[in-house]
Nanobody
Framework: QVQLVESGGGLVQAGGSLRLSCAANGRTFSGAAMGWFRRAPGKEREFVASITWSGGSTLYAGSVKGRFTISRDNAKNTVYLQMNSLKPEDTAVYYC?????????????????WGQGTQVTVSS
């Protein structure tokens, strides 16, 4: 069974940075795209970023474009989300997900496996 484990969350001041990691335990990434989503308090889960299997193509939500960078290391079965210039509105639980396809997607139904999430809190 695929298990995705996120880490790297925490409390940071506005303008600061955090790097989230997501490791796949129990299997290797098999040609799948990976994505990051987040759920803010009282809101629906939303797309943040996605990356193809090769890492050659990425996709970002407009609210994070230019501030966040998604990357992956397939040899380590790990995907990363570098978050810079954090804002209080970035406060959320962040989830990584393994895609059903190799292409990027903003749609939750295109992802089969999900981690438990890691909390990111940005203070003003």
């Amino acid at each position: 069974q695929v298990q995705l484990v996120e880490s790297g969350g925490g409390l940071v001041q506005a303008g600061g940075s955090l790097r989230l990691s997501c490791a796949a335990n129990g299997r290797t990434f098999s040609g799948a795209a990976m994505g990051w989503f987040r759920r803010a308090p009282g809101k629906e889960r939303e797309f943040v970023a996605s990356i193809t299997w090769s890492g050659g193509s990425t996709l970002y939500a407009g609210s994070v474009k230019g501030r966040f960078t998604i990357s992956r290391d397939n040899a380590k079965n790990t995907v990363y989300l570098q978050m810079n210039s954090l804002k209080p509105e970035d406060t959320a639980v962040y989830y990584c997900a393994e895609g059903r396809y190799s292409r990027t997607s903003i749609t939750e139904r295109d992802y089969d496996y999900w981690g438990q999430g890691t909390q990111v809190t940005v203070s003003s």
